[in-house]
Nanobody, 131 residues
Framework: QVQLAESGGGLVQPGGSLRLSCAASGFTLDDYNIGWFRQAPGKEREGVSCISSSDGDTYYADSVKGRFTISRENAKNTVYLQMNSPKPEDTAVYYC????????????????????????WGRGAQVTVSS
């Protein structure tokens, strides 16, 4: 069974740090582009950061550039999102998703969540940034 599972969410203070993990089971994660998306209450799901399967190319939304870092550890079949200096506006449910490597990371992160090109989604992890 193909599954993605997010972990590492929780409450973090502004200016702190948090690392989210996206673990894959049932498939080899390094065969796919992987993206982190988030959805705040009352808002559309948006792309945060995406990483390619082949050359490690990355994309970041302007709102997180310079603060968040995406990386992959293929030996553990896991992709991470390191969140440094989070802000209250980063509060959201964070999801990871997989997509075939035929798409650029920018295109992947710009796609609507309902796109049929997404192969799998996790169930999400709540991140709350508050003092």
């Amino acid at each position: 069974q193909v599954q993605l599972a997010e972990s590492g969410g929780g409450l973090v203070q502004p200016g702190g740090s948090l690392r989210l993990s996206c673990a894959a089971s049932g498939f080899t994660l390094d065969d796919y582009n992987i993206g982190w998306f988030r959805q705040a209450p009352g808002k559309e799901r948006e792309g945060v950061s995406c990483i390619s399967s082949s050359d490690g190319d990355t994309y970041y939304a302007d709102s997180v550039k310079g603060r968040f870092t995406i990386s992959r550890e293929n030996a553990k079949n896991t992709v991470y999102l390191q969140m440094n200096s989070p802000k209250p506006e980063d509060t959201a449910v964070y999801y990871c998703a997989a997509m075939g490597e035929g798409w650029s990371v920018q295109a992947m992160c710009s796609m609507n969540e309902r796109s049929p090109f997404f192969g799998s989604w996790g169930r999400g992890a709540q991140v709350t940034v508050s003092s």
